[in-house]
C-alpha cells in the first residue's frame, strides 16, 4: 500500500490489515521521524506512542510526518489526554483499562479507540462504550489459550493481545483468534529508542513481522 493510500483508511483498517501494531514505551524518544520510519517500512505500519514518554505529543505530531505510518496514543486514562491527543493528530486512542470518557471522546470524533479489558464482561463493556477493538491485557499471563477460549463467545470482535507478546509467540496469538498482536520491548527496546539504535529497531521489527506468518 502506497503512501497516499495509507492516509485514505482508517487506523483500524491497517491495524487489521498488517495484524500488528507496535507500542512505544521508553523515557526519551530522540528522533521520532527515524523511529516511525524505522518501523513502518519493516512492515509496522501502526504505531502507539503513549502518554508514560515525556513530550509524547510533540513526538506523535513529529513522526505524522512519516507517510507510511499510522500514528496513535496509547496509556490514554482521561478525556483531556483523548483530546489532546487527537488535536495534535492521533489516529487511534489505546487505553490499558476500560475508560468511559475516552471512548466518548474518540466516538465523538470519529477516531478508533481500542479499550483494554481482560475478562469476557470486560470485552462486552468496551463493546458498549464504543470499542473498534479490544485489547486483552496483560495477554501473556495466561498465553494464547486464553484468546481462543475469548474468541469462542465473539468471534466477530477484533481481540489484540498485548502483554508478553513476542516473536516466539505471536504466530500463536494470531493462531488463536487475534485479530493483530501488539509488537513491545521485543521490537523497541526502550534502551534502544533512546539511544537511537534504528537500524536495530528496523530488523527485529522484520523479524517480528516474519514470525507472525
Not at 509496522?44 to 499510522?70: K, N, Q, S, Y
Not at 489505546?94 to 475516552?102: H, I, K, N, S
Request: charged share 15%.
Amino acid at each position: 500500500m502506497n503512501a497516499s493510500a495509507t492516509s485514505t483508511v482508517s487506523a483500524i483498517e491497517v491495524i487489521l490489515a498488517d495484524r500488528v501494531l507496535s507500542v512505544v514505551r521508553a523515557p526519551a524518544i530522540p528522533d521520532p521521524v527515524s523511529l516511525a520510519d524505522a518501523l513502518a517500512r519493516s512492515g509496522i505500519r501502526a504505531i502507539e506512542l503513549t502518554f508514560t514518554t515525556p513530550g509524547v505529543l510533540g513526538h506523535l505530531a513529529a513522526a505524522a510526518e512519516v507517510p507510511e505510518a499510522v500514528l496513535g496514543v496509547g496509556t490514554v486514562t482521561t478525556a483531556e489526554q483523548a483530546e489532546a491527543a487527537i488535536d495534535h493528530g492521533a489516529r487511534f486512542l489505546v487505553t490499558p483499562g476500560l475508560r468511559a470518557e475516552v471512548a466518548a471522546v474518540a466516538v465523538r470524533a470519529d477516531i478508533p479507540v481500542i479499550l483494554g479489558a481482560f475478562t469476557p464482561t470486560e470485552v462486552m463493556r468496551a463493546l458498549d462504550l464504543g470499542a473498534a477493538a479490544v485489547k486483552i491485557f496483560p495477554a501473556g499471563a495466561l498465553g494464547p489459550g486464553y484468546l481462543k477460549d475469548l474468541h469462542g463467545p465473539f468471534p466477530d470482535v477484533a481481540l489484540i493481545p498485548s502483554g508478553g507478546v513476542n516473536a516466539g509467540n505471536a504466530a500463536d496469538f494470531l493462531a488463536c483468534g487475534a485479530a493483530a498482536v501488539t509488537a513491545g520491548t521485543d521490537v523497541v527496546a526502550p534502551s534502544d529508542v533512546a539511544e537511537g539504535r534504528w537500524f536495530t529497531i528496523a530488523s527485529r521489527a522484520a523479524s517480528f513481522v516474519r514470525s507472525m506468518n
